[in-house]
């Protein structure tokens, strides 16, 4: 099911802070995330991902194995995502292993996450700090039924981000997985 999301670095944190627990008690987690791929990269040839996902917070551990499809909104970077929650993280990580995928990066990600609803949407907003990338992120996604839907749901998005006091000079499509490593 394709998401619609947009993210962008936050200038003052404790202002858009502020706003999101107005709407409601947010959550404090710790997602730790391995990407894989194979020696030729040939997911990443075609814009695609395939991420293990541990999430702790809370409300216990939990882990989620994520495929994401090729971009299918240039300017936010949305894709279609196919998930699922997995028991045994460790026997996940061996059985990617050894199909062939190899751990192309990790990395850990704190999050603060609000779910909210808003234009007649269920949306996710979530303040992320990675330690290796500089300043804080917001990142809102909703889910939408197909690709056609994804302009609509993203012009909701914005609106909510503007609410939050996000402006359109803050919005990025960097990757942190990017970021983690440099490129």
Known sequence: MPEAELKARVRVP?????RLEARGAGRAEVYQDTYYDDQ???????????????????GGTRSLLTFKDATVD?????????????????????TLRRLGYIPVI????RCRNYDIRARGREMLAT???????????IEVETLVED??????????VSDVLAELGVGEGDMT?????DAVAGI
């Open 147 to 156: 690709g056609a839907a994804v302009e609509d749901a993203l012009k909701d």
């Open 127 to 137: 303040l992320v700090r990675v330690p290796e990338i500089d300043g804080t992120f």
């Open 40 to 58: 030729a990269r040939t997911l990443a040839a075609r814009d695609a991902e395939l991420r293990v996902r541990t999430v702790h917070g809370a």
């Open 106 to 109: 990790a990395f850990e990600k």
């Open 173 to 177: 499509s960097e990757l942190y997985t």
């Open 14 to 18: 404790e202002d858009v802070t502020r």
């Open 74 to 94: 240039e300017a936010s970077g949305s894709k279609p995502e196919h998930g699922t929650r997995v028991e045994g993280v460790e026997a996940l990580h061996e």
